[in-house]
């Protein structure tokens, strides 16, 4: 198969988005490839399709997924967060004490299959930011923010405990 650069008016980057071919497809155009022998017909003409990555996205057939990236306030107080689609944003709600790698699934904002079905789902995993550069008082702030949670470490921490219980009970069990 020879590989054929294709510009002009019948690669229209949006459709391909939106709804177009997923990486892999093969499109036949009839009696559009090269002429045939001897004054014969014309071939077919594949066109392979190839998905280039895209900055935002990933594609898993019909559906995309992508990072979400929340302040930790918003992560621990809550509050309402743009989500860039392929139609443009929508907003969600963010409940309060949202935990990094949760997803949010946005029902049919993923890609309209050219083939027919129902269109996919957006997958939005919700990943932290720590903050960076912080100035001499924020750290302290935050530092006495940590000191207040770890007088109730369990209640505050439910993970981080429940992760040092299992290696305590995991050393104990080894010198049983």
Request: aromatic content about 6%.
């Amino acid at each position: 198969m020879r590989q054929v650069s294709w510009p002009g008016p019948h690669a229209q980057a949006e459709d391909a988005r939106s709804q177009g071919p997923g990486g892999g497809d093969r499109i036949r155009l009839g009696n559009e490839g090269e002429a045939g022998r001897n004054g014969g017909p014309s071939g077919d003409l594949y066109v392979e399709i190839r998905v280039r990555p895209h900055a935002i996205f990933e594609r898993d057939g019909s559906h995309l997924s992508c990072e979400l990236p929340i302040t930790f306030k918003t992560a621990a107080l809550g509050g309402s967060i743009d989500v860039p689609t392929l139609e443009g944003e929508v907003t969600i709600k963010v409940p309060a004490e949202t935990q990094s790698g949760r997803v949010f699934r946005l029902r049919e904002k993923g890609i309209k299959p050219v083939r027919g079905g129902p269109t996919g789902d957006l997958f939005c995993r919700v990943v932290i930011e720590t903050p960076v550069h912080l100035s001499r008082e924020q750290k302290e702030l935050l530092t006495k923010f940590d000191e207040s949670l770890r007088k109730d470490a369990k209640h505050h921490h439910p993970r981080e405990e429940s992760w040092v219980d299992g290696v305590k009970r995991f050393f104990t069990s080894l010198g049983e």
